[in-house]
């Protein structure tokens, strides 16, 4: 009765962790066999019984009686004398099964016994959960602010579930209290000692286009395709979607009318501007489609390099690189294609390339990099947003735009 007394007292585990009876059972038998080793030394001759309807668990020691006074190994041998005192008809060479009885382990090794079995149960815990967790990652998982940091939001789930949201997984426009749900979708999960890390993100692609999947019944229901999805989060995303019925048309189903489908998707990613564009195998047809809502006037395309010039008039020319440079950078992410931008009547334009003897070249590269190739593409530009559009600092632009200036008032 003193073992079943422990297995009712260790019940309180089983309803906090949710562990079901039989699996609380094999643990104990592990813990069991743990402290009999260390208290015998060995536990191969040790018969563990456990019954996990009745919660009893019974421990039997196996010895072998021998003659008084050839006892070697008092956990395997016991002498004819002491077994008599089991059973009166014993012999020597005959096995002798008795119980073991909790109190025979001592205080100090059942208090042990419990702590073990407590740190076996959270790693038991910690498993199921890496587990569980790991098989949610790409998906996405609401959870609630419990605590915010400096560097990340802690979130609680329904099952008291610790999910870390990083502040680099964090969209720049986020902000949240204690209470809140916040959605997002688990990025990744490690285990860290024996604790799992949960991460969540709400900056990957894969939670826009996740969302595509839980607010567009036509992409949930694989009528339409999700091709590939590109962000700069909160900011500005491009998705290029596609379906294999011609009677569906995508783009229209994913906005809805006057943008209803997409309102909540935007609205949830802090008003991050979608460009959502028809997928086609036709690479020019897709380059001109991702520099929307620029209308291209001409596309020259080298396969080799992975590079293409695009030709537009000179007011599409801003449109086409966006705020920032966010457009034509994601229309190039969206395409694999690096994308070079030239005005019609370029022949009045000079290459930037050819001040390269006034202007150092790594100045040249920074402009290229925000689409600028020639000196009227960066006069056209306000210092502010050549400013904002690379990582030059004011006094620098204000001279490469003197001596760009100089060149067209000689």
Request: hydrophobic content about 40%; aromatic content about 6%; charged content about 35%.
């Amino acid at each position: 009765m003193e073992n079943l007394a422990l297995i009712d007292s260790f019940s309180e585990f089983k309803d906090d962790k949710l562990i079901d009876r039989v699996t609380l059972m094999a643990i104990l038998e592990d813990v069991f066999r743990s402290a009999l080793k260390r208290k015998y030394g060995d536990d191969d001759n040790f018969d563990i019984i456990v019954n996990p309807d009745k919660g009893d668990l019974e421990i039997w020691r196996n010895r072998i009686v021998v003659a008084d006074g050839e006892v070697e190994d008092e956990n395997q041998e016991i002498s004819l004398t002491e077994a008599r005192k089991i059973e009166p008809d014993f012999e020597v060479g005959e096995d002798v099964s008795e119980e073991v009885k909790l109190e025979d382990l001592g205080r100090r090794a059942i208090l042990a016994l419990r702590q073990n079995l407590i740190s076996k149960i959270h790693e038991h815990d910690n498993t199921n959960i890496y587990k569980q967790f790991k098989d949610l990652v790409g998906e996405i998982y609401t959870a609630e602010v419990h605590h915010i940091r400096h560097r990340a939001i802690i979130l609680l789930d329904d099952d008291g579930n610790e999910i870390i949201l990083p502040k680099d997984k964090q969209i720049s426009s986020d902000f949240f209290r204690k209470g809140d749900n916040v959605r997002g979708i688990i990025e990744s999960v490690e285990l860290k000692g024996s604790k799992p890390s949960i991460i969540l993100s709400r900056t990957s692609p894969i939670f826009l286009e996740k969302l595509f999947e839980q607010e567009i019944p036509e992409v949930f229901d694989g009528l339409i395709t999700v091709k590939k999805v590109v962000r700069i989060p909160g900011e500005k995303a491009k998705v290029a979607v596609d379906s294999y019925d011609d009677r569906i048309d995508p783009v229209g189903a994913c906005v809805g009318m006057k943008g209803s489908r997409i309102h909540g998707i935007v609205r949830e990613l802090g008003n991050e501007n979608i460009d959502v564009i028809n997928f086609t195998n036709n690479l020019q047809l897709f380059i001109t489609r991702a520099l929307s809502p620029a209308r291209v006037t001409s596309l020259k395309i080298d396969e080799d390099s992975k590079r293409a010039e695009v030709i537009l008039k000179p007011e599409e020319v801003s449109k086409a690189i966006g705020r920032g440079g966010h457009n034509i950078r994601l229309a190039g992410q969206l395409t694999g294609y690096e994308i070079d931008v030239f005005r019609e009547g370029a022949e009045e334009d000079v290459e930037l390339t050819e001040f390269s003897d006034e202007i150092e070249s790594w100045i040249i590269d920074e402009l290229k990099k925000a689409g600028l190739d020639t000196a009227k593409s960066v006069l056209e530009q306000e210092i502010g947003d050549l400013v904002k559009r690379t990582d030059l600092e004011e006094e620098t632009i204000v001279e490469v735009v003197r001596i760009l200036k100089e060149e067209f008032e000689e």
